[in-house]
């Protein structure tokens, strides 16, 4: 008989339609992975209350269904600007919604700001608010728009010329919409598992300096189907080829200036309600009733700035930048950043600081202004 390897293992993911059915799976629909996703189906064990003459009690009945589990994937883009990466499914329900831009020009004879891009005739219909763009080898985010005209912050180091590249990107921003998606996971090549309603609680990703950042998803679900003895047979994947990034030469900005940050990690955090029925194994539904952005970042003390901005409850902008070529480069922008809590700490001799942040929402659904690949 033999062994169900780990690195034998596939597994495809897909939106769903409707909520707990499993949609049709593709080739297309294989993702990458960096480790062994987890899959947990339990059943509650109800005490069977029959008494009888015996000091034995009766075998335990079998209560309602949970699906809970977490799968992590690489942080890399699909090499393509505006081309979504192989885990495109499971980044829009960890986040909300998705959007992509495409790629357009400046315009030909009338002229740019460093913080307003005019584009060609049409070509205003390409971006949305929220989008980050890739101009001229530097990242900014859409703030506004009228027409074919985008104001983008932070501003650029200089105003674009005519006809330049605006690059195209995939968005995934927050939404109080909660998306669900379906996964089939052949495990060792030996067996398949096909899992629906599943829905994504919890979402994290650290950059620590010189590793290659791993973002993590934790979800609950509706239902396991029974197992099939059955080897991956969905025919030729299509996975990104790109390289996983790693934080080096990142850009952190905090309030417009940047800091040399030992490492930087950002959470997006669901509560969750579990909907039970009779007429079901258990789980009616899984919903968001709540989210709470989160993060932290540790800096060496060097003066009394992050302090000073602590004790003063002041909201900042948060700005992080991985990857410098385009197609696989990963970003993230927080318009209100407010520090949590400074503590201090000891390293290797010298103090630092250990900050942890709360991202504060605006008009709603905006406490991250989204996670783009450009």
Same mark, same amino acid.
């Given at each position: 008989?033999a062994?169900?390897?780990?690195?034998?293992s596939t597994?495809?993911?897909k939106?769903?339609?409707? %909520?707990?059915?499993?949609?049709?799976?593709?080739?297309?629909?294989?993702i990458?992975?960096?480790?062994?996703?987890s899959?947990?189906?339990?059943?509650d064990?109800i005490?069977n209350?029959?008494i009888?003459n015996?000091?034995?009690?009766q075998g335990?009945?079998?209560?309602?269904?949970?699906?809970? /589990?977490?799968?992590?994937?690489?942080?890399? #883009?699909? #090499?393509?600007?505006g081309?979504?990466?192989?885990?495109?499914?499971v980044?829009?329900?960890?986040?909300?919604v998705?959007?992509t831009?495409?790629?357009?020009?400046?315009?030909?004879?009338?002229?740019?700001?460093?913080?307003?891009i005019?584009?060609?005739?049409a070509?205003?219909?390409?971006?949305?608010?929220?989008?980050?763009?890739?101009?001229?080898?530097?990242?900014?985010? =859409?703030?506004a728009?009228?027409?074919?005209?985008?104001?983008?912050?932070?501003?650029?180091?200089?105003a674009?010329?005519f006809g330049?590249?605006? /690059?195209a990107?995939?968005?995934?921003?927050?939404?109080s919409? !909660?998306p669900?998606f379906?996964?089939?996971?052949?495990?060792?090549?030996?067996?398949r598992?096909?899992?629906?309603?599943?829905?994504?609680e919890?979402?994290d990703v650290?950059f620590?300096?010189?590793q290659?950042?791993?973002p993590?998803?934790a979800?609950?679900?509706?239902?396991?189907?029974?197992?099939?003895?059955e080897? %991956?047979g969905?025919?030729?994947?299509?996975l990104d080829?790109?390289?996983?990034?790693?934080? !080096?030469?990142?850009v952190?900005?905090?309030?417009?200036v940047s800091?040399?940050? #030992?490492?930087?990690a950002?959470?997006?955090?669901?509560?969750?309600?579990?909907?039970?029925?009779?007429?079901?194994?258990g789980?009616?539904?899984v919903?968001?009733t709540?989210?709470?952005?989160?993060?932290s970042?540790?800096?060496? %003390? @060097?003066?009394?700035?992050? @302090?000073d901005?602590f004790?003063?409850?002041?909201?900042a902008?948060?700005r992080v =930048?991985c /990857?410098a070529?385009?197609?696989?480069i990963?970003a993230? !922008?927080?318009?209100?950043l407010? %520090?949590?809590?400074?503590p201090?700490?000891?390293?290797s001799g010298?103090?630092?600081?250990?900050?942890?942040f709360?991202?504060?929402s605006?008009?709603g @659904?905006?406490d991250?202004?989204?996670?783009?690949?450009?």
């Open positions: 008989m062994l169900a390897l780990v690195r034998k597994l495809a993911a939106k769903e339609v409707t %909520y707990g059915t499993m949609p049709t799976v593709a080739a297309a629909d294989v990458s992975l960096a480790g062994v996703p899959f947990n189906a339990a059943f064990q005490e209350p029959i009888r015996s000091l034995s009690k335990a009945l079998r209560g309602a269904e949970t699906i809970s /589990g977490d799968v992590s994937l690489p942080l890399r #883009g699909s #090499g393509t600007a081309t979504a990466p192989d885990g495109d499914a980044w829009e329900c960890g986040i909300g998705k959007n831009s495409t790629a357009s020009t400046t315009h030909a004879t009338t002229p740019c700001t460093d913080t307003s005019v584009l060609v005739t070509g205003g219909a390409n971006f949305a608010v929220g989008d980050a763009v890739l101009i001229g080898g530097e990242v900014t985010w =859409v703030t728009k009228v027409t074919n005209t985008l104001t983008v912050s932070p501003a650029l180091a200089s674009p010329g330049a590249a605006v /690059g990107g995939v968005h995934y921003k927050l939404a919409s !909660r669900s379906a996964a089939k996971f052949w495990r060792g090549d030996i067996t598992e096909d899992y629906t309603g599943l829905v994504v919890s979402f650290d620590v300096t010189g290659t950042p791993i993590k998803f979800f609950q679900g509706k239902a396991m189907g029974a197992a099939v003895a080897a %991956y969905l025919g030729a994947t299509t080829a790109t390289l996983p990034l790693v934080a !080096r030469n990142m952190v900005t905090i309030g417009g800091y040399a940050v #030992g490492n930087i950002l959470s997006v955090k669901y509560d969750i309600y579990r909907r039970m029925a009779v007429t079901t194994s789980t009616q539904d919903l968001w709540a989210r709470e952005v989160t993060g970042f540790s800096l060496m %003390y @060097e003066d009394k700035t992050v @302090e901005t004790a003063a409850d002041t909201q902008e948060l =930048v /990857g070529t385009a197609g696989n990963f993230f !922008r927080i318009p209100k407010r %520090y949590a809590g400074v201090k700490s000891e390293e010298a103090y630092k600081y250990d900050v942890t709360v991202c504060d605006d008009a @659904e905006d991250l202004t989204s996670a783009s690949f450009v």
